[in-house]
């Protein structure tokens, strides 16, 4: 049943920033802060850079779940980051409630150099809303 | 596309192969499209390794290279520089980390952590089938560093790069400088006192045209990037003239009737509120303590140069790299750790050298006169429970270094070392010999059983089962108990979360690898040096000065620094010019030209920083960044949630 089981864990893709929440990602590695092994990271320059059609092609291809890693307010790219992947996240989520897709599915936390044990929280907790929303 | 793409998966020792079957996922990997060759290395970063992929890429004419190891953070740049040693483009490397994010994340999981790294290394390579040859941009780089702390490796380092030909911004926040090596006599194995480290050091750094010290400072905001971080500094005033006279000063000093705990002599003295931590310290300008004034007006009585009405000023200052040098704190025992705070004569190694520098002719604490002294080691440090795992390093080479110097300057003293093993290593070795030669009483434990120290009958007692002498129960009359503490990182750690430098499992800012990139950070263009790394000792902290400061200047010294290609693109037949790009860009990289009878948006290549926040406005999907575009991604995802 091991088989069954391992099937059925919810798979997260999460978008990562290569200066920002990398290194983050990385530490809580270095660290052994263990997670989920089916959350898997995908680099972006800034998280104000996702192309909704990626997060929409990603839950149509059978990932359960997005987690966008967003600069904050660290980005190297400018303050307006934050407005930027609001948007992105907001539009996202308007495209999902019309392809009927759980809205809930896509989830999004500033996540900077040092926040290796919230990312952890954050995709652990996912990992479980995800595994419910399933079941 | 690239079609004969050669794949590398490391064991890295053990640190990938003890979680993930490397074999298992060449297997796995081996028949994907395009792979022309897969294997598997012990350490894909060896010379010999690199040399094997240079002769693989030439022999079989590979056009797009994978190797998956460690953080691209590490070992980006050295395979992006092997596959140009072949002759290919290095744009045509993709770099995939199965350790931080796989070995290591899922330590608890070998069979998902063999399954999460087949996934990353196939998504590795569904981005390398349509890498292309690129170049990088190039942008300016101010050739200026702002190093943060003035003890001796951020003034080690402001000379160095002075030197060399940058501009030094030296930021310190206390009002002196010298950090902690100011606290310190004689220093071990050199005959000089720190004082006069301190002195050699400050002279060059104010002697030099291309350093600015600035004391009382602090940096308060920090934005930018490399090449170019703006910082502000917060100036606190000193409450004094420059020119000052210095008889008026000592009268105000005199005068003053505030009594507050000495920090710089670990409140075993008082001082002023007009104070300087000792006669001749740099900069010799002393300062008021504008917390703790009363504004009784007594020091203004005798001396005209007290100026209260001096502002906090702000500066904004620009740099290409930041070097931080802010030091450590010493390990403060808690209430009751081996009797501190509790029995009144245990006191820190850091107290006890400045009991010795107090102490004339006769060694005396609290007016009696000491000859038994007992140290414990490792208080703070080689913690059993507590958080402090590591070893401090410098202790026991200093503790041993100062008993000996008081049992040459001082008659009858007895020095008994409670010591878990000791590390007087590298060239300190001599010192444990001498003080052992000196009559010096050595007494080991084990970490489970460290010594005990109770007050009984008014006497002092330090008990040990000492396992030299198998395990036999020792006591010692002590008439002071001296705790060999540690260093630990700085309490206040506002600089390091203002840069959000990461900190390592012992809390001190972490570099990117030990051994590798020992003064770099994650954070692209911040170095570190010295203690606030982890624990050094003076040379070992001028050495990572040294490194740290090399590292800073070969990032600014030639005004230009090369960034990734991956700037935006416009597809000319999607493009039917709305503006939202440019609206959207905080570069103003967008302009609007004609190109075949229709209005579009062209990017200006030198202003593009490859942010990307344009791609997701443009309504007609007319945008892409290279190396990360649609066909790029959604190949990468279709390879992270096919099934293995």
Avoid at chain 1, 72 to 89: F, H, L, N, R
Avoid at chain 2, 49 to 69: F, H, P, Y
Avoid at chain 2, 348 to 374: C, D, M
Wanted: proline share 4%; charged share 25%.
């Amino acid at each position: 049943m091991k088989g069954v089981e391992a099937i059925s864990k919810p798979k997260i893709l999460v978008f990562s920033t290569e200066k920002i929440s990398d290194p983050a990602i990385d530490m809580a590695g270095l660290l052994k802060l263990h997670y989920p092994p089916e959350v898997y990271t995908v680099p972006v320059p800034c998280s104000s850079a996702i192309k909704p059609k990626w997060i929409l092609y990603a839950l149509e291809q059978g990932f359960d779940g997005v987690f966008i890693a967003a600069d904050g307010t660290d980005c190297p790219y400018g303050e307006s980051c934050t407005e930027k992947t609001s948007q992105v996240m907001s539009k996202t989520q308007e495209m999902m409630k019309e392809k009927n897709i759980d809205p809930a599915r896509l989830k999004m936390a500033a996540i900077c150099s040092v926040c290796s044990e919230a990312f952890v929280k954050h995709v652990k907790s996912f990992t479980e809303y995800l595994a419910k929303a399933k079941s | 596309m690239n079609r004969k793409i050669g794949v590398y998966i490391c064991h890295c020792g053990g640190n990938i192969s003890d979680y993930v079957d490397v074999e298992k996922v060449r297997r796995a990997v081996e028949g994907e499209a395009g792979v022309f060759l897969s294997k598997t290395t012990m350490f894909a970063c060896a010379d010999s390794n690199q040399k094997e992929m240079v002769e693989d890429i030439k022999t079989n004419q590979l056009d797009g290279v994978v190797v998956a190891s460690c953080s691209p953070k590490l070992h980006l740049l050295t395979f992006r520089a092997v596959v140009e040693r072949a002759g290919l483009n290095k744009y045509n490397y993709v770099h995939a980390n199965i350790r931080e994010q796989s070995s290591w994340a899922h330590s608890d999981n070998k069979t998902g952590a063999t399954e999460k790294a087949i996934h990353l290394v196939k998504s590795a390579i569904a981005k390398v089938r349509y890498a292309e040859a690129l170049e990088p941009i190039k942008v300016k780089s101010l050739n200026a560093v702002a190093i943060i702390g003035a003890g001796v490796a951020g003034m080690r380092a402001a000379i160095e790069l002075a030197e060399a030909g940058s501009e030094v911004f030296l930021i310190e926040r206390e009002f002196f400088v010298g950090g902690r090596v100011a606290q310190w006599d004689d220093l071990c194995l050199t005959q000089e006192t720190g004082k006069e480290l301190i002195t050699r050091l400050y002279n060059k750094v104010v002697e030099h045209p291309n350093v600015t010290l600035f004391t009382g400072a602090e940096v308060v905001e920090n934005s930018g990037s490399v090449g170019n971080f703006s910082i502000r500094v917060k100036i606190t005033p000193r409450y004094l003239k420059q020119e000052c006279n210095k008889d008026e000063l000592q009268k105000a000093i005199e005068v003053c009737p505030v009594k507050i705990p000495d920090a710089f002599n670990f409140n075993i003295t008082n001082r002023k509120a007009i104070y300087h931590n000792y006669p001749g310290e740099y900069p010799q300008l002393p300062v008021i303590d504008i917390e703790n004034c009363t504004r009784c007006g007594a020091c203004e009585k005798v001396c005209k140069n007290i100026d209260f009405n001096q502002k906090t000023e702000y500066l904004n200052l620009k740099a290409g790299s930041i070097l931080l040098a802010t030091g450590f704190d010493p390990y403060e025992p808690k209430q009751g750790e081996f009797g501190y705070g509790e029995i009144d004569n245990v006191v820190t190694l850091p107290q006890f050298k400045r009991i010795v520098h107090y102490s004339n002719g006769q060694l005396t604490y609290k007016g009696k006169e000491i000859k038994n002294i007992a140290y414990i080691y490792c208080v703070g440090s080689r913690q059993v429970d507590g958080e402090n795992k590591y070893c401090s390093r410098y202790c026991c080479s200093s503790c041993i270094h100062t008993a000996i110097k008081i049992k040459k300057k001082y008659k009858g003293i007895h020095n008994y070392h409670f010591n878990r093993g000791i590390r007087t290593y590298g060239k300190a070795e001599v010192w444990y010999d001498e003080s052992s030669r000196l009559g010096d009483i050595y007494l080991q434990s084990f970490e489970d059983h460290p010594p005990i120290v109770e007050k009984a009958g008014g006497q002092t007692i330090v008990k040990i089962n000492d396992i030299l002498t198998s395990k036999k129960e020792l006591e010692v009359v002590a008439d002071l108990v001296v705790l060999v503490t540690g260093m630990v990182p700085r309490k206040d750690n506002s600089i390091g979360n203002l840069l959000k430098v990461p900190k390592g499992r012992d809390k001190f800012f972490n570099e990117i690898h030990m051994k590798l990139r020992p003064v770099e950070t994650v954070i692209d263009g911040i170095t570190i040096a010295g203690t606030s790394q982890g624990p050094k000792n003076i040379m070992e902290s001028m050495n990572s000065a040294l490194a740290a400061a090399t590292k800073s200047f070969a990032l600014v010294a030639s005004g230009e620094l090369s960034l990734e290609p991956t700037i935006a693109t416009v597809d000319e037949s999607k493009c039917a010019w709305c503006g939202k790009c440019e609206e959207a860009c905080p570069y103003s990289a967008f302009e609007k030209i004609q190109s075949n009878g229709k209005l579009i948006a062209k990017v200006n290549s030198s202003v593009c920083k490859g942010c990307g926040m344009c791609l997701p406005v443009c309504p007609e999907n007319a945008l892409n960044l290279i190396g990360l575009s649609d066909k790029e991604m959604e190949s990468m995802i279709d390879s992270l949630i096919h099934k293995v």
